[in-house]
């Protein structure tokens, strides 16, 4: 499903009935990148043994309280500046109350009253058709970022009836960024979560690996007639990947859409993403309408930050963050290290978003533009005809390529100087893939693709060539 | 002797001097806390690890490197604060038997300063309450129904009764440290203070009740009531030594982020003499309903006290007083609801054997676990909290505590330095009688002198005035400004030596102290 504008309506399912347009909206949970929780000094690491990373606090243990960790604020607002928000110099707790297992107080600490951060944005792109040859621009507004406590893991084992939990998650720090329903499809919630990923390891504030958990993402899917309200939306959870997001969300507005066809109705309810059969499917939905009971968090006083102008003279700058420090050391964001590489090697908008997408692409790329005399514009299509489909074909990252840049290099080097042919230096590159330690120049002696360089040669095999083929040349000459 | 005597002056030289010694001093409180073992105010007795403390403390007497004025000091602690390998029960079924991994800081303070702790004392189940006679362990009996004064003044009853049933109340919710320290089975208690809980039983057991300034003494390790209003709470013989446990345990905990970062200096009172520069003031809503004529006749009796030195008394209205008691009761069960929700039977405590479901365990669990007290404020609580349930009442109440806590303001910034009201209604009253009526009741009656300065989060101490006509303590209470317990116990260290309170008469501590019992008039020694 493509959609070509903000809105744009998917066609009618039947002939002669209304277009829809569907409404994406996204709630995503990031993980905080830091080496303690959130509000206790136990560690943050995936997939350590079961309950070794539990402080008393953690466990709910009686008389534990929070003590806010300054690098989740920190990952927070540098967060929220990248994406263009106001950061909130005070922002408040709350205590979300509900039952569950791995949730050991019985409360979540959260911010739903005031989060640290609001009315952002981030902008995407997508190719209009599936090539990359058009790419076009768009913006989701960012509704806001708050801080809030992970849960922990529990895993059912319906053969032993019992319910066994983890709480080593319990209480990492998570950034939960809440996206307007301002996306129309499935791609567009891809484009705008890799976006988002790619924005959050820049900046070091999650590693956002979607696999490892430290990127959730669920969609908030509605269809509606133009000129109508929006329709009754669902919730789309339990996706493990920017791929299967696409899927889940273009599934859920055609579902929604043949529902409402067959005159059926959509229960606002929360469905859970299967990706083996490709489909979304009601989850048991055990307490209804949740009531969470909201209430300040009493054993944290408001959060309040600071900026260059407001920082007291005497603060020890140990004990506040400055909102002005933290933005002036911001790295280059994805769109403008992409900018940055269109304008420094004249290549092609499309290309600098290819280089981005795979992690050390653009480093190699960069390398090797540095050690050879080709022009960057013709690398580019080794790094991305070349390299990337060979890497693609293997599942391999750009870290596990066997062939480095250096090698590259090299080998781009006796293109340019002419020494081999092309067609030669493709050659010379799928032996360099076996990864057998040889040099180009190795293999360019090895299977004799030398060019030949002196006129006097080429002028006796050619006209060996002519005098051997005396008919074909007659014929020729006249014409 | 000994026992009776303040820390600063006597006790502590004497250990200083090895007229008595560490173990010496400890095991006749743990003879006392046998002997008066139906007064039932302690739940755990540590007695292993207290009379090892104590032989550590000797050893460091010997070498002449004392850790301070409480080291050697034997002490108590409320039930409801947690202490590393000593059960932790808050007197609920919830806790029985669970043993903290870890100790409350202001636990931890008094062991690094050498106090000895003998064990934990009663209270009312999760601190609800205001006369510690609804925890599972059973009620706590106020010493003074066995004291001399008391048993004087008694009517004796025409018809056969058990004597034992005439015994009073301590008051609560830290009634068990109440007793303690009013029978001389410790130098010191902590309490919690969340809406009167350590001044109201130090007032019904005639000793002196602290509640510090909220945000002073850290609250990490003491199992919440409400976590906006609780405070650990310090009881003592005199005003002296309450000074002496507030310099070991004030100051900013990093483990608390409700407690302030300034430094705070420990001091030594002075012994005020001119009170001419002094403004009290009297708050006349605190002439509350209820407030019997003994009481009434003794506060007058207070205020013409500080007159005749020459200090200034002004009437002063708090016109929000009367709101107190509806405000705290939204706000409290609130919190009690969100506070409650860790106890699922999950990771600690009390698990209930059934096992259909994680829900029906959890509800089992709390049934099993809480008693009526405390799921009758957990259900309210949530009541309080619903979505459409919130503005209305909880929001409503919050706006409700602001004006109690400027009524304050406003009177400390007319000129008026502290603030001298009752501290309960009547003094205290028997079992039998108390628990005619339920627990919500009695707590909303008896908390109304003492919540305010919960809600505003001022100081505020009870120091024991004079025996009623039934030969019971009745205290008076000083209400002070944020932070100043400085100025807040100077004055009542004054007030106490002018009232001269009478020693509590008890048969059993006679007892132990046989052969160096001096014969002491009041409780205060400076």
Known sequence: ?479 | TRLKEGLRSQVSAALKEGRVTPTELCQRCLALIKSTKFLNAYITVAEETALKQAEESEERYKKGQPLGVLDGIPVAVKDNFNTAGIETTCASNMLRGYVSPYNATVVQKLLDQGAVLLGKTNLDEFAMGSGSTDGVFGPVRNPWSYSRQYKEKSVPKPHSEDKESNWVITGGSSGGSAAAVSSFTCFAALGSDTGGSTRNPAAHCGVVGLKPTYGLISRHGLIPLVNSMDVPGILTRCVDDAAVVLGSLAGHDPKDSTTIQDDFKPFELPNLTDVSKLSVGIPKEYHAPGLSSEILALWSKAADLFKNAGAKVVEVSLPHTRYSIVCYHVLCTAEVASNMARFDGLEYGHRSGMNESTESMYAATRREGFNEVVRGRILSGNYFLLKQNYEKYFVKAQKVRRLIANDFVKVFRSGVDILLTPTTLSDAAPYLEFIQEDNRTRSAQDDILTQAANMAGLPAINVPTALSERGLPVGLQFIGRSFQEKQLLTVAKWFEKQVQFPMIQLEEVKRQDNGVFQHQKSASFS
């Open chain 1, 1 to 479: 499903v493509a959609c070509n504008a903000r809105g744009g309506a998917v066609p009618a399912g039947k002939s002669g009935l209304a277009p829809w347009i569907p409404v994406v909206g996204l709630e995503i949970h990031a993980q905080i990148s830091s080496n303690s929780k959130l509000f206790s000094g136990s560690q943050v690491q995936f997939a350590a043994p079961p309950n070794s990373l539990v402080s008393f606090f953690d466990a709910s243990l009686p008389g534990t309280l929070p003590v806010l960790n300054r690098r989740c604020v920190e990952a927070a607002v540098m967060t929220g500046l990248a994406l263009n928000c106001s950061i909130n110099k005070k922002s408040l707790f709350d205590r979300k109350h509900y039952f569950y297992a791995d949730l050991p107080a019985g409360y979540q600490i959260t911010q739903q009253r005031v989060p640290i951060a609001v009315n952002g944005s981030l902008s995407y792109s997508l190719c209009i058709d599936n090539k990359m040859s058009q790419m076009v621009t768009k913006t989701v507004r960012i509704k806001q970022i708050q801080l809030e406590q992970d849960s922990g893991k529990s895993l059912h084992d319906d053969a032993r009836s019992q319910t066994l939990v983890d709480l080593n998650r319990a209480g990492v720090g998570l950034m939960e960024v809440v996206m307007e329903p301002d996306m129309c499809c499935g791609e567009e919630a891809a484009a705008a979560v890799r976006e988002l990923q790619l924005i959050l390891q820049t900046l070091g504030s999650s590693q956002a690996v979607m696999a490892e958990g430290q990127l959730r993402v669920d969609a908030n899917v509605s269809v509606h007639h133009p000129g109508e309200p929006y329709g009754v939306r669902t919730e789309v959870k339990n996706i493990n990947s920017i791929r299967f997001l696409a899927k889940a969300i273009d599934y859920e507005i055609h579902r929604q859409i043949e529902e409402l066809e067959n005159g059926g109705t959509i229960l606002n309810e929360t469905r859970a993403f299967d990706s083996k059969l490709g489909c979304t499917v009601p989850m048991r939905d055990k307490e209804g309408k949740q009531d969470y009971r909201f209430m300040p968090e009493p054993n944290l006083p408001p959060l309040i930050l600071y900026d260059a102008k407001s920082l007291p003279a005497n603060m020890n700058h140990q004990q506040v963050i400055n909102i002005d420090w933290i933005h002036e050391r911001l790295p280059d964001l994805p769109s403008v290290k992409r900018e940055k590489l269109v304008e420094q090697y004249g290549i092609l908008p499309e290309h600098s978003f290819t280089l981005l997408n795979e992690d050390g692409l653009a480093g190699f790329f960069e390398s090797v533009v540095k050690q050879t005399q080709m022009k960057p514009k013709k690398v580019i299509g080794w790094i991305l005809n070349d390299l990337l489909s060979y890497l693609k074909q293997h599942s391999l990252t750009v870290k596990e390529s066997p062939v480095s840049c250096f090698v590259l290099a090299d080998l781009l080097n006796l293109l340019e100087k002419k020494e081999i042919s092309s067609t030669a230096a493709k050659q010379v590159l799928a032996e360099l893939w076996k990864g057998e330690g040889k040099t180009p120049l190795e293999i360019v002696k090895e299977q004799k693709l030398e060019l030949l360089q002196d006129q006097k040669e080429l002028e006796q095999i050619c006209q060996a060539v002519i005098d051997g083929q005396e008919n074909e040349v007659i014929i020729m000459v006249p014409g």
